[in-house]
Every structure is written in structure tokens, then in C-alpha cells.
């Protein structure tokens, strides 16, 4: 196992050319399709990276992202990359009575929004990471932004991306293998 001290984005970086990705004005029916046969490999990837025309990462999409896409507007994203949309944050009431407005159409609100881009829905991502920085700064940047992964660029190219799940199973494998033999 390396060291913590010692682990950098090169030593956890998924390939861009591994990961499943979309471009940005892709329909939302083709990112769930895509995400559907994604999952059917249990283990590998939860988001779908969204990438431009030149190959640029934008952003990704997550499981939430999608389902939230076809739901009522009133749980849409006000704009790309918000990390949620509570409209009655500040209301302290149980509002799941609206979900009985919602059920009579779900179906066809599905099919009307199938067509639609996934640019108003994915998570955007503004910060990147090189080859050679730490996982701390890794870290500090997926916390600070709530994203789980970023993009690891060389010379403007997106090389791959390092994801937060990445990162925590070295930090597991660490715990396991260090301190938690001397606490059992």
C-alpha cells in the first residue's frame, strides 16, 4: 500500500477513456439509457462524465441528477450544477402530499422530458487537479464544491478524473491495515 503522505492524483486516476460519458447536449433519454447499462457493472461508476464537442469535462451525471430531470419542475436544479433544489427549506411542513399531484402524469412527464438536454441537470465541475497534486488538495477541492470527482488535466487535455470513493478506499485500506489492528 503506498503511503498517504505519498498518494497523488497519478496513483488513482480513472482514464477518460474508461469512464462512460456523454456529450452536453445529449437528450436526458440517452444519458439514462447509458447510465442504465452502466449499472449493471455493480462495482464500477455511479455518474456519467458530460464532456463538449472538444472533449472538455463539464460536468458529470449523477443518479439523482436523472431522476430529478423527469420529476415536477418544482424539483428541477434552478440552474446546472446547484447541488439540490429544496423550495421548502424554510418551511418546517411535510410536503410528500405533492408527489400524489405528480403521480397522475408521471408516466407522460417522463416522455416529455426524455428529449430534453442534460444541461440544465448535470452537476458542473469548475476545478481540476494535475497529475502530481496531492490527494489533500484532491480532497480539500471535492469537499469545498460537493462534487465527487474532478478532472485530472495536463496541458488543457482531461487526462482522467479522481474520484472521491477513489480516495476514500485508500483511506480505508489504510485505517484497516494500520490502526484498527491495535484497537480491536
Known sequence: MTSLNDLHARDIIISIDDYPNILVGAPI????????????????YRNILVLDDDDKL??????RDLIRSVGPGYLHKVTAGI?????????????????LIWEERFTEKLHDELSKSVT?????????VTLDDHITKCIHLML?????????VEN??????????DIFENLAEHVEEEWYPHHE
Do not use: C, W
Open 29 to 44: 433519454g440517452e444519458a439514462i439509457h447509458l447510465m442504465h447499462h452502466v449499472l449493471e457493472d455493480r462495482d464500477k
Open 58 to 63: 463539464l460536468g458529470y451525471l449523477s443518479l
Open 83 to 99: 447541488k439540490g433544489n429544496q423550495p421548502f427549506q424554510s418551511i418546517q411542513q411535510d410536503f410528500s402530499a405533492l408527489s
Open 120 to 128: 440544465q441537470h448535470m452537476t458542473l465541475i469548475n476545478d481540476h
Open 144 to 152: 469545498l464544491n460537493d462534487v465527487f470527482m474532478l478532472p485530472v
Open 156 to 165: 488543457e487535455k482531461v487526462l482522467g478524473v479522481v474520484r472521491l470513493v
